[in-house]
């Protein structure tokens, strides 16, 4: 198993533009999630999705789109990048607390991002 | 979700014990502790989880009081590669928004 991958690892953005973060986990996890990290910080939940074709909002979501049409991919989209944006995303996933015990979430190494 | 307070740093000497303290008084009984290390940059990586009893795997174990409102993670034998900031979590499983809260961590060096 590759676990959870995402790409790119780094990325430089100029305000105004628009990216798509990807992540793929191949553990056929139910449970995905993005998370922002900030200079000297914990991990902020941006956004969650319990299974395919369902998403929710996180912490601090704004700014901030996903979709979630496979069980496999939860992209991560930024419609219009803001220099706030900068940061280190990390996704993650798990099997669902329903009926599935209560397993852990796999991080990937994330995505560097910068917005100038 | 509860909240979990640590001290923001510790040292401790490779090959000792690294026993490392987590408050979490106003954890409920359907809350589970978790903790999770992020070394360097990289993602957080799990280590260890328990609700009432201790529980111990190959990276460490988990010790959580009587009344639940503190628990101690403890790396036996901790070495340089251990040097990290360690995360204690508290969360409820079930009905399916599995949301871990961070709070800023601590920052554990391991000293040659």
């Known amino acids: 198993n590759a676990g959870v991958t995402q790409t790119p690892k780094f990325q430089v953005l100029k305000t105004g533009q628009s990216m798509t973060l990807q992540c793929a986990q191949d553990m056929n996890h139910e449970y995905m999630s993005w998370y922002r990290q900030d200079p000297g910080m914990g991990l902020r939940l941006i956004h969650y999705?319990?299974?395919?074709?369902?998403?929710d909002q996180g912490e601090v979501p704004n700014g901030y789109n996903v979709s979630r049409s496979t069980t496999e991919d939860f992209p991560l989209r930024l419609l219009s990048a803001a220099p706030s944006q900068t940061s280190v995303y990390f996704c993650?996933?798990?099997?669902?607390?329903?009926?599935?015990?209560?397993?852990?979430?796999?991080f990937g190494d994330g995505t560097r991002l910068s917005i100038l | 979700d509860a909240k979990t307070t640590q001290p923001p740093s510790m040292d401790c000497a490779e090959g000792r014990a690294a026993n490392l303290p987590c408050n979490h008084s106003t954890i409920s009984g359907n809350e589970y502790v978790y903790w999770y290390r992020q070394i360097h940059s990289q993602g957080p990586q799990y280590i260890i989880h328990g609700l009432k009893n201790n529980e111990t795997n190959e990276m460490a174990s988990l010790i959580i009081t009587e009344d639940r409102k503190s628990s101690t993670l403890i790396l036996p034998h901790a070495t340089l590669r251990d040097t990290a900031v360690y995360y204690c979590i508290v969360i409820v499983w079930g009905g399916g928004s599995e949301k871990l809260v961070f709070g800023k961590g601590m920052k554990l060096t391991v000293n040659p």
């Open positions: 993650a996933s798990s099997y669902s607390g329903q009926g599935g015990g209560r397993q852990p979430q796999h």
């Open positions: 999705s319990v299974g395919a074709g369902i998403t």
